[in-house]
T-cell receptor, first 112, second 114 residues
Framework: DAGITQSPRYKITETGRQVTLMCHQT?????MFWYRQDLGHGLRLIYY???????DKGEVPDGYVVSRSKTENFPLTLESATRSQTSVYFC???????????FGPGTRLLVL | QQQVKQSPQSLIVQKGGIPIINCAYE??????FPWYQQFPGKGPALLIA?????SEKKEGRFTISFNKSAKQFSLHIMDSQPGDSATYFC?????????????FGPGTRLSVLP
């Protein structure tokens, strides 16, 4: 299917475990983004990538790692999950028209 | 200067009413102003967008009004329906520094009562 997909859609993990959230887009957009969405905070940018092998920090990068070896994939890894990382995570890519952002369906992560 | 302020935080209207959501920005370098609609359990989706060279844009029942001098823009939903109940985010963007220049407002939770 064309568009942007995320997996898993739901994840429960324990404090201290490593978790990887996957993101895949079929448009070949150069820019991709990871956001977290929490009540009262709206959408906060974690990391973004301008192209394969080019990534940079956003507003709330601590505790997260990203990589982008291929244009279409942009995985987000929580190296040692903490309860404060319980959130809904959205991946997005940026492209035409008007260079807007297109969001995936989200991953709901619960850290126990 | 990178912030986008949005109000109200929540809004309840009756079916057929015209909810209005307001946003304000500081950075005059912003040149693209989209609105996103998010239903529960879904990702945000582009609803309508405007550039500062026009003062109004309509798409169906959704209208953006833009006031460049006041650095404000607003979303109006005509003849609102219960199916419009969602969270609405305004955003602002500029061509420079693509990575971090897409700034979202905090969102407005709209409930349209039948």
């Amino acid at each position: 299917d064309a568009g942007i997909t995320q997996s898993p859609r739901y994840k429960i993990t324990e404090t201290g475990r490593q978790v990887t959230l996957m993101c895949h887009q079929t448009w070949s957009h150069s820019y991709m983004f990871w956001y977290r969405q929490d009540l009262g905070h709206g959408l906060r940018l974690i990391y973004y990538s301008a192209a394969a092998d080019i990534t940079d920090k956003g507003e709330v990068p601590d505790g997260y790692v990203v990589s982008r070896s291929k244009t279409e994939n942009f995985p987000l890894t929580l190296e040692s999950a903490t309860r404060s990382q319980t959130s809904v995570y959205f991946c997005a890519s940026r492209g035409p028209p008007q260079e807007t952002q297109y969001f995936g369906p989200g991953t709901r992560l619960l850290v126990l | 200067q990178q912030q986008v302020k949005q109000s109200p935080q929540s809004l309840i209207v009756q079916k057929g009413g015209i909810p209005i959501i307001n946003c304000a920005y500081e950075n005059t370098a912003f040149d693209y102003f989209p609105w996103y609609q998010q239903f529960p359990g879904k990702g945000p989706a582009l609803l309508i967008a405007i550039r500062p060279d026009v003062s109004e844009k309509k798409e169906g029942r959704f209208t953006i009004s833009f006031n460049k001098s006041a650095k404000q823009f607003s979303l109006h939903i005509m003849d609102s329906q219960p199916g419009d109940s969602a969270t609405y985010f305004c955003a602002a963007s500029m061509k420079e520094n693509y990575g971090q220049n897409f700034v979202f407002g905090p969102g407005t939770r709209l409930s349209v009562l039948p």
